[in-house]
């Protein structure tokens, strides 16, 4: 058993050097492939973490009634952080409000405003923007609460964007599955034409549709996970020049990209899968005509 199974091992990888230029020629299709796909990957991770930064960054401000003492102010954080959505409340003075605002502008134009223009206020931070307009809501039916600033279209264009990426991401994964999987299966077509005698000759003699098959579906393996390392190694590196450019300009001082470490596990599992699901499948598609009575 163990010997035969070796045996058609062999035949699978005899497949592969027999026919070299279509096998480069597969390899090199699903490394393209998988190197779109990861592209489009790692830019829709590092979008969903930017819009997530951005969620952080993305403030509600509340504004607290104006004839309520500091102390009563105070008072209504413990309402507020049990609004559902909400991540962090910070109580900010008006003392500190018009510091906050000096910084801002120039301060000799600013010259006789003092903190009685501003408002005591609690900044707060979000858990999901997609939830901004309900929380702004449950923001304002706070007693003590006068007014909710929030910036509600901004959030929405984040959602606008990341909704969209995921899309297009989604659609072109799935395209360039089917077109690595049709040039895996004619590759392994052509294989397959060329011993159709043997194949004949083995049907006559017996052989299962197994004993017959393995060597194509290992043939189909082997190119898949071929393609899928050298994808993974590709993308490593285009990566790491791609990013280390952008650090060098000036987003890199507004744009956090995420290490590659943090992305290698994943996007080489993805390959993989990927590999092997098109090989193992291309190579059993490809011969099924072969194998009908």
Known sequence: MISKTGYLIREGFRGIFTHKFMSFATVAVIVACLIIIGSLGVVSVNISSLIHNLEQENEVVAFVE???SDEEARGLEASISGIENIASVEYVTKETAMDNFMKDYDSVLMEGI????FRNRYVV???DISKMLETRDALAAIPGIAKVNAHIDYANGFITVRNIVTVISLVLVAVLV???FFIM???IKLATYSRQDEIAIMRMVGATNGFIRL???VEGLVLGILGALIAFFAEWGLYELVTGKVMETIAGTFVKVVPFSELAVPVLLIFLAI???IGGVGGVNAIRNYLKV
């Open 114 to 117: 003092d903190s009685s223009v």
């Open 215 to 217: 060597p194509f579906v």
């Open 275 to 277: 590999g092997v699901v």
């Open 178 to 180: 089917l077109v690595s």
């Open 125 to 127: 931070h979000l858990n």
């Open 185 to 187: 299966s004619n590759t």
């Open 66 to 68: 104006e004839n309520l």
